[in-house]
């Protein structure tokens, strides 16, 4: 698990305080449902986007492969 220093420098808290610009994007909580606190709102984020570096890069490699048949035909 990486340790705190390491969340903020990939959310861009540098100083402990969230950068407006982040906080700006977030959606408010769907009605009914409480907002997480900022710090498991940050590691949600961060979560999510390595999650997404993760699926991208399988996406791109699944492609690769599936392509190769059809390059060397070419």
């Keep these: 698990m ?5 969340l903020r420098n990939k ?3 540098r100083d402990g305080e969230a950068s407006s610009s982040k906080t700006d994007k977030m959606a408010p909580p769907p009605e009914g449902l409480t907002a997480l606190p900022e ?3 940050k590691l949600r984020s961060v979560l999510l986007s390595d ?3 993760v699926v ?5 490699t699944e ?6 048949p059809v ?3 070419l």
């Excluded at 991208?56 to 791109?60: A, C, D, I, Q």
């Excluded at 492609?63 to 190769?68: E, K, N, P």
């Design 39 to 41: 710090d498991l709102e």
């Design 11 to 13: 959310t861009g808290d």
């Design 63 to 68: 492609l690769a492969g599936a392509m190769f």
């Design 2 to 6: 990486a340790n705190r220093k390491q």
């Design 56 to 60: 991208h890069s399988l996406l791109k």
């Design 71 to 73: 390059n060397a035909t």
């Design 51 to 53: 999650m997404m570096q």
